[in-house]
């Protein structure tokens, strides 16, 4: 039997957080040891995974750079005698690599959820220099592997594909549409937009806003509901009272019932600049709710338009507007587009499809005749276009921060 160490930076309530949290119970069906070690902070997360059987560790690293940390993350590791160490997020993949190389650990698995358009040169030198003791670096999507190989410069070689998984939740209940609504402060009339998601400037949720005010001069009856937390908040609030939606828009913040609330909804609208494969939008499609997004990499893996959701391109808040009044207006693309959608992502992106990916990728490390890691005679092309000079201590310690 196996063993398995995820390490990840936090276990709040984010994209990657139940990706691994969906990964590493369902590892426990299959007969392996999986084990969760967060870096820096727990979160909700921490008890859905004790309730299914996997330990969690909490190593308590207290700054961006923390050398005391890496060294008692590289003692647990020790101690777990674990043979495979897979990591998450940029601070995990940093201080889980380098602390599963001295301990010796037998193969080193990295994950990038997402298009990191935000990543300095300094990030993209730290990916690459990091790679060399990776055995391989998963991507959840095809447009997250191509940014990986083109702009950072990865060797295709160390990329491997294995997409997201979406599960509707065993205890799910259907509620009553029009008391939910008014539990919100949504006229059970209306017409309701839907975005769950972080608020931060990549989810770009001011253009919703926008195209929804515009929405409002024609079809009154529009409401806006917006699920979840973040820096962004307050200004998005005063945003949506300077525009005239202030009164028909709806901030829940952080929630727990996210299936429940898809319910409250006609629509559902991501207007992200960037993504790896959005949960959010795989679990409205998975409700049967239509979906619009943006023509981003990841999304449009999902979206096939005028089939199984709209796309539209960034930025554009007025093909927002239009494709919100186009589903306004016709019921039999409402019920197309959702009963696609939803057997689109449940017939492709099950958890069990994805574990036994996982699986599959595990043993072929672990029981291949060669070296668990490799590092490469040679960087790839894009490498040694990007590599240059070796980035300045601070520059390096500023993309730590």
Same mark, same amino acid.
């Given at each position: 039997?196996?063993?398995?160490?995820?390490?990840?930076?936090?276990?709040?309530?984010?994209?990657?957080?139940?990706?691994?949290?969906? *990964?590493?119970?369902?590892?426990?069906?299959?007969?392996?040891?999986?084990?969760?070690?967060?870096?820096?902070?727990?979160? !909700?997360?921490e008890r859905q995974l004790r309730?299914?059987?996997?330990?969690?560790?909490?190593?308590?690293?207290?700054?961006?750079?923390? !050398? *005391?940390?890496?060294?008692?993350?590289?003692?647990?590791?020790?101690?777990?005698?674990? +043979?495979?160490?897979?990591?998450?997020?940029?601070?995990?993949?940093?201080?889980?690599?380098?602390?599963?190389?001295?301990?010796?650990?037998?193969?080193?698995?990295?994950?990038?959820?997402?298009? +990191?358009?935000?990543?300095?040169?300094?990030?993209?030198?730290?990916?690459?220099? *990091?790679?060399?003791?990776?055995a391989k670096i998963v991507a959840?999507?095809?447009?997250?592997?191509?940014?990986?190989?083109?702009?950072?410069?990865?060797?295709?070689?160390?990329?491997?594909?294995?997409?997201?998984?979406?599960?509707?939740?065993?205890?799910?209940?259907?509620?009553?549409?029009?008391?939910?609504?008014?539990?919100?402060?949504?006229? !059970? +009339?209306?017409?309701?937009?839907?975005?769950?998601?972080?608020?931060?400037?990549?989810?770009?949720?001011?253009?919703?806003?926008?195209?929804?005010?515009?929405?409002?001069?024609?079809?009154?009856?529009?409401?806006?509901?917006?699920?979840?937390?973040?820096?962004?908040?307050?200004?998005?609030?005063?945003?949506?009272?300077?525009?005239?939606?202030?009164?028909?828009?709806?901030?829940?913040?952080?929630?727990?019932?996210?299936?429940?609330?898809?319910?409250?909804?006609?629509?559902?609208?991501?207007?992200?600049?960037?993504?790896?494969?959005?949960?959010?939008?795989?679990?409205?499609?998975?409700?049967?709710?239509?979906?619009?997004?943006?023509?981003?990499?990841?999304?449009?893996?999902?979206?096939?338009? +005028?089939?199984?959701?709209?796309?539209?391109?960034?930025?554009?808040?007025?093909?927002?507007?239009?494709?919100?009044?186009?589903?306004?207006?016709?019921?039999?693309?409402?019920?197309?587009?959702?009963?696609?959608?939803?057997?689109?992502?449940?017939?492709?992106?099950?958890?069990?499809?994805?574990?036994?990916?996982?699986?599959?990728?595990?043993?072929?490390?672990?029981?291949?005749?060669?070296?668990?890691?490799?590092?490469?005679?040679?960087?790839?092309?894009?490498?040694?276009?990007?590599?240059?000079?070796?980035?300045?201590?601070?520059?390096?310690?500023?993309?730590?921060?």
């Amino acid at each position: 039997m196996y063993r398995v160490a995820h390490v990840i930076p936090t276990l709040v309530r984010g994209g990657a957080e139940k990706q691994l949290v969906l *990964l590493a119970t369902g590892l426990r069906e299959v007969s392996f040891e999986p084990e969760v070690i967060v870096l820096t902070q727990s979160g !909700p997360y921490e008890r859905q995974l004790r309730e299914a059987g996997v330990p969690v560790h909490v190593v308590g690293k207290r700054s961006k750079v923390d !050398p *005391l940390s890496l060294g008692r993350l590289v003692r647990v590791l020790r101690r777990g005698n674990y +043979d495979i160490v897979q990591t998450w997020l940029f601070a995990a993949n940093c201080y889980g690599r380098v602390a599963a190389w001295r301990a010796r650990v037998r193969a080193i698995v990295a994950t990038e959820r997402c298009c +990191d358009w935000w990543k300095s040169p300094a990030h993209f030198w730290m990916d690459r220099q *990091l790679a060399r003791i990776t055995a391989k670096i998963v991507a959840n999507s095809r447009g997250v592997a191509e940014f990986y190989r083109e702009q950072v410069g990865i060797p295709a070689e160390k990329i491997t594909v294995i997409p997201n998984a979406v599960e509707l939740p065993e205890n799910l209940t259907f509620v009553d549409r029009a008391a939910l609504r008014r539990s919100l402060g949504l006229p !059970p +009339d209306s017409f309701v937009v839907g975005f769950v998601g972080r608020l931060w400037p990549q989810k770009r949720v001011s253009d919703l806003i926008w195209a929804c005010d515009i929405v409002r001069n024609i079809r009154p009856e529009i409401r806006l509901l917006v699920v979840g937390e973040g820096p962004l908040r307050a200004e998005l609030q005063q945003y949506a009272v300077d525009v005239g939606m202030g009164e028909r828009t709806v901030f829940t913040g952080e929630r727990d019932d996210v299936w429940q609330l898809l319910q409250a909804m006609d629509v559902f609208v991501l207007p992200s600049a960037f993504e790896g494969m959005p949960n959010a939008l795989m679990e409205a499609m998975a409700a049967g709710l239509p979906v619009i997004c943006t023509d981003i990499p990841g999304s449009r893996e999902l979206i096939q338009h +005028d089939s199984t959701g709209l796309l539209v391109p960034v930025g554009n808040r007025a093909e927002i507007a239009r494709a919100i009044r186009r589903v306004m207006d016709e019921p039999e693309l409402r019920k197309t587009l959702g009963e696609r959608g939803r057997r689109f992502v449940l017939d492709h992106y099950s958890r069990k499809k994805m574990i036994s990916q996982y699986v599959a990728l595990y043993r072929s490390l672990l029981e291949s005749s060669g070296p668990a890691i490799a590092v490469p005679e040679r960087s790839a092309p894009a490498v040694r276009k990007l590599r240059g000079r070796q980035p300045a201590p601070g520059a390096i310690r500023a993309a730590l921060l």
